[in-house]
């Protein structure tokens, strides 16, 4: 009974908030991105978690992140959850330019939202349009916002710490030049597993790496390998504080 009754005061508020959130994010999007992009990351983190009694944890790595006015970077992190997206708005306080796959856009008031103030990417799109989103998450770099992505490309439900990467952030790393954040998560995926109804409360914690920063003559596989050795580690290092 008890399960019901958080069931639907959850998915309740979650839904209600999130449409009259969006609307009014779509709204904002017409005079400023920048603030829209605030509601979709700081605003819409609490309409997810706070509903769930869940916290977020931040346990170490708040120095590493960049100051934005010295120029954008890039935010990767492993993904188990629903929950990760928002997650990572709240450990680090930043709103984010969100790469994402390009077919959540068809979702109703959420996708739009996302097509209008974030990056979807076609996997399966030409060349062309890639070298476009490749040139507009350059500009978004170079005028100081701060993309984030999760490399594996879709969530992680085996029980290895990480899946293999995709290359796309490795890619736009080698070409701006911009930094790489690691972040890891742990106990999303606990959470709010796939195919759960709602999350279940609990804590969520958040460990920020130093930088990853592209030397000259770093190939693509070396970066990559390089990166997700680093997340990797730190996800592990982040397992250790249960104990």
């Not at 991105?33 to 983190?45: C, D, E, N, S, Y």
């Not at 030397?215 to 580690?233: C, F, I, P, R, Y």
Request: hydrophobic share 50%.
């Amino acid at each position: 009974m008890l399960r019901f009754f958080y069931s639907l005061w959850y998915l309740t508020i979650f839904t209600v908030l999130t449409i009259v959130s969006g609307l009014i994010c779509l709204l904002i999007t017409l005079f400023s991105k920048k603030i829209a992009r605030f509601i979709t990351g700081q605003v819409w983190a609490k309409i997810v978690l706070w509903p769930a009694f869940i916290k977020v944890e931040l346990v170490s790595g708040r120095e590493y992140l960049p100051d934005p006015k010295t120029g954008g970077f890039i935010v990767f992190a492993n993904h188990r959850s629903l929950l990760d997206i928002p997650t990572v708005a709240k450990a680090t306080g930043r709103d984010f330019s969100w790469v994402a796959k390009a077919a959540l856009g068809k979702i109703p008031i959420f996708g739009w939202v996302l097509m209008r103030t974030h990056m979807l990417v076609d996997r399966g799109g030409s060349a062309d349009a890639a070298k476009r989103m490749l040139q507009e998450a350059s500009l978004r770099l170079q005028q100081g916002e701060i993309m984030a992505i999760f490399p594996e490309g879709t969530r992680n439900k085996t029980s290895h710490a990480l899946l293999p990467f995709k290359k796309g952030a490795f890619i736009l790393a080698k070409h701006t030049g911009a930094p790489l954040i690691p972040l890891a998560i742990l106990n999303s995926g606990n959470l709010w597993p796939s195919g759960a109804l709602v999350p279940k409360p609990g804590l969520i914690k958040v460990a920020i790496g130093a930088p990853l920063k592209t030397e000259d003559g770093t190939n693509l596989a070396s970066l990559a390998a390089k990166a997700q050795q680093a997340l990797k580690d730190l996800y592990l290092d982040l397992e250790k504080t249960l104990n």
